[in-house]
């Protein structure tokens, strides 16, 4: 059973930071890509940030290029999302994806995590 299971979130004040995980299990890690979507109360779904090892490839969206960044852990199948100078627009909640086809799409997604970032 592919599991995605996200930790991490939480309320902090803008200019704070907050590190989100995903650990994931069922699959075979290496040859997937994770990534991390959000999706904000009235908007749309958006793509935060991707990584793929077996590609090398990492995306990050520019709302948050420079701020976020996105790393993994292979020894324990876990992939981090580290998000500084949160902004209040940030507010989401935030859903760890993975897909085998190298950041362009994803077949499991996990259950979310809510980031609230306060002004």
């Known amino acids: 059973e592919v599991q995605l299971v996200e930790s991490g979130g939480g309320l902090v004040q803008a200019g704070g930071s907050l590190r989100l995980s995903c650990a994931a299990s069922?699959?075979?890690?290496?040859?997937?890509?994770i990534g991390w979507f959000r999706q904000a109360p009235g908007k749309e779904r958006e793509a935060v940030s991707c990584?793929?090892?077996?590609?090398?490839?990492?995306y990050y969206a520019d709302s948050v290029k420079g701020r976020f960044t996105i790393s993994s852990d292979n020894a324990r199948n876990t992939v981090y999302l580290q998000m500084n100078s949160l902004k209040p627009e940030d507010t989401a909640v935030y859903y760890c994806?993975?897909?085998?086809?190298?950041?362009?799409?994803?077949?499991?997604w996990g259950q979310g995590t809510q980031v609230t970032v306060s002004s």
């Open positions: 994806v993975a897909g085998p086809t190298g950041c362009r799409a994803y077949d499991y």
């Open positions: 069922g699959f075979t890690f290496d040859d997937y890509a």
């Open positions: 990584i793929s090892s077996s590609d090398a490839i990492t």
